[in-house]
């Protein structure tokens, strides 16, 4: 067992006061250079902790993940992460939104003719050269995504982390927006790993579909391989076989086997 | 009913006359400038005549009620004849205490200007370390509450023993003043800054200086200019009562030498002068806060 990411038995649990909650048990999972893994689970399940100690923005109780071997347990810009939200700075244009990342991970190996182009080249990436000096306030939600994940992209991650990415946006934007995604990974074969909580997506997007059980204590139930070729269409695979099935998968896991008691 | 009718005659409609849609060329019609100036004018003068309106109603009956015989306060023609020296020749100095209102105000404003200044600083940093820091919030936030509620003028005895001059007692007594909202605001500021930017912060490794410029500074500015432009108004507010203890030149002494001398008159000019001062500052830093915050204070 190789592999590029390494989640190795990490388990957390929150303490409040002399009550602790344990949300996760005991994930140990190994996602390929270049892979896209999808996290798809009920909400509450811990899935968000999961990329959260991943992207070091909070420390694991038990085991620990390792990137190229290396244990990681701060944030770094090797580790990119696209906020559900977005998080753009609103005091910033979109440009800068951008060259501010750019301008911090690359102020020692780029000079600032080439930063500039680095910048715009990941603004075409995501189609938003041509709001470049608009603020965040004055886009829509699917261009803040949009400039959300050149942002990312522009810290040359060796893994891309998305929060739910597409969760806040409505289902056409979403799926122009799944299109772009899938775009950019073929381009430029990113490792990618995505929380998301959208049975189709999962499966359009990713190589694997990892699927957690209910919270607390939240473990991996199964892991799915989609093995669809890319690059793949969406309109295409309505029909597929394979598809349809491993839809099928991922809904039984989430609805019949560990339905989500709390949802009325 | 309707609907299925309109359908059919429009789906039938269609395939028959489709022309080419033509191109018009957008025409942008721009009003000749007479009737621009005049729609300009309309405008401006729907907001100044309400307030010259009302303005003129209040001077007439202040001038019925106070012209009657017997009235304890002058008319406002009488305010007017009695202070037009002072209002026409705010420069004179003849020595002493002695001198136009325009040195009077700047004096004043000295007071406050430094006072001010030093608050702010103090206050935006001491706010940063309670928002910043849970321990330091802990420990001097209790004194704060406490502090803050504690009247301008009771500082003055207690900074005139400190001291021992009138003016540094008065500059301290601004400060006093001012600092607390400014310090409550700015850590209101910083603890709102939400989690998503202190995220992108440490995905991104910004330093604390980086952070504290590129993140903090701008997340929390509306609140601190909130903090900012209380302050400035307590100030102003603290300066006259403080002077009027204090003496020498002020605006405050001013009014409190005119007191003395039963020139009830030149009391309200200043009143006047106080009052338009004041609205003065609070605009100049609500302007500041705009420029600053590039107008995204409203997100």
Redesign the interface.
Known sequence: MKGYLKVDHVGKTFNKGAHATEVLTDITLTIEKGEYVSIIGHSGCGKSTLLNIVAGLITSTTGGVLLEEREVNEPGPDRAVVFQNHSLLPWLTVYDNVSLAVNKVFSGTKSRAERHDWVMHNLELVQMTHAKDKRPGEISGGMKQRVGIARALAMEPKVLLLDEPFGALDALTRAHLQDSVMAIHQKLGNTVMMITHDVDEAVLLSDRIVMMTNGPAARIGEILDVPLARPRKRLELAGNQTYLKCRQRVLEFLYERHRFVEAA | MNMPLAKTETASAVPVARPAATVLPLQIKRAPFRERAIARAITIAEHLLPPIIVLTIALVVWEILCGRPGATLPPPSQVLSETWELIVDPFYDRGGIDKGLFWHLSASLQRVAVGYCLAALAGIALGTLVGQSTWAMRGLDPMFQVLRTVPPLAWLPLSLAAFRQGQPAAIFVIFITAIWPIIINTAVGIRNI?Q??R??A?????NHL?FFW??MV??A?PYIFTGLRIGIGLSWLAIVAAEMLIGGVGIGFFIWDAWNSSRISEIILALVYVGVIGFILDRIVALLATIV??G?AA?
Do not use: G, H, Q, Y
């Open positions: 939400p998503d930017f995220n992108v440490a995905v991104l490794r910004l980086e590129k993140i701008p997340s500015a915050t590039r995204t997100n």
